[in-house]
């Protein structure tokens, strides 16, 4: 019973975290992160200004940050969906710790979790007060799928129905090294898709499959990927000059191949162990493959419409979470726990 009820709020958790990654997503997208000039609350409310005499009075306590209806609304709803999350994130800590001496039950998951939310508290805090340096809303965004994926990983734990039968995890233990450098691809990635978000990128390479109507465009890697740079005070809309942004941009459609090609080579070599579960899961990997690379071609030719994009860094997100339980599944489950083999 205590395994079940942690299973509830591990997946209603996640469910959550899906609108918490979607919202992120949309609020970066619609250039709204600077919606609320201040933090916790937008203008000093503790939703939004909406009142004529309430805009006003935020304006002339704002100058440099004129409201704007329109990236208001996103980012407080924003922080609300994930300070849900992190509220449940919370009591997943909480109930881990009063049942740590229950057999099998996972604590140090949660506990991870808590403190990686607290740190997405944290950079979601210095996203605003910074005014959306790179560096910090691509970490920010990272946080937010590092949770997504643990919690996917913490549902498939506390539910054994969810896991394949002992001899398809043994199976697949071969590949397990295999299987996290996946999931290292997947993550770098998804970095790289940040990075390219986070700096205004996306539209460096308008055209595909070439770029700027070129193989090998004028590219700056230097600038491009200066981490240490101090950018500001404000980087809406970006700061760094075209051939920066063309050479981000480029690392990622390399990085698109790079992972097309090692996850297509894996899911092959777990299809060819011949058991139904490991078949499953090699066709999940490929289908979600095969629409983030689908989202992305249509996302250049199409330029950027609003709905593909927050699909595209959905869809990353979730092949990052499809990994990080395929990896789970390589450790076999006692008999004990897991009863019948299927």
Request: with cysteine.
């Amino acid at each position: 019973m205590t395994v079940k009820k942690g299973f509830y709020l591990a997946l209603i958790s996640l469910l959550l975290a899906v609108g918490v990654v979607t919202l992120g997503s949309f609020t970066r997208l619609v250039d709204a992160g600077l919606g609320c000039p201040d933090w916790p609350g937008c203008y000093g409310h503790l939703t939004w200004p909406d009142e004529a005499d309430e805009i006003v009075a935020a304006n002339q306590a704002f100058p440099d940050a004129p409201v704007l209806r329109g990236k208001t609304w996103p980012e407080m709803v924003h922080r609300y969906v994930a300070g849900t999350l992190g509220l449940l994130v919370l009591a997943l800590a909480v109930f881990a710790f009063r049942n740590r001496r229950v057999e099998n039950y996972p604590f140090r998951m949660p506990m991870i979790m808590l403190v990686l939310i607290i740190w997405q508290a944290m950079f979601g805090m210095w996203t605003v007060t910074l005014k959306l340096w790179p560096q910090v809303v691509t970490i920010h965004l990272m946080g937010g799928v590092t949770t997504f994926a643990l919690l996917a990983v913490l549902v498939f734990r506390l539910n054994d129905n969810l896991r394949i039968p002992n001899q398809a995890a043994t199976a697949l233990l071969s590949l397990r090294r295999l299987i996290i450098g996946g999931f290292a691809i997947v993550f770098l990635q998804v970095f790289l898709g940040g990075w390219v978000a986070s700096n205004y990128a996306a539209v460096a390479c308008p055209d595909f499959p070439t770029c700027q109507l070129q193989w090998i465009p004028d590219m700056d890697f230097g600038e491009g990927f200066n981490f240490t740079q101090h950018v500001g005070p404000n980087y809406l809309g970006g700061r760094l000059d075209g051939d920066a942004r063309t050479a981000i941009h480029f690392s990622h459609r390399v990085g698109a191949i790079v992972t097309m090609l090692y996850l297509i080579a894996l899911s092959i070599l777990m299809l060819k162990k011949g058991h139904r579960s490991t078949s499953v899961m090699a066709k999940t990997i490929l289908a979600a493959l095969a629409v983030q690379i689908g989202l992305g071609i249509t996302n250049v030719i199409m330029s950027i419409p609003l709905a593909v994009a927050v699909a595209h860094n959905f869809v990353g997100a979730l092949l990052m979470a499809i990994m990080a339980v395929v990896w789970l599944q390589t450790y076999p489950i006692s008999k004990e726990r897991r009863g019948v083999e299927r």
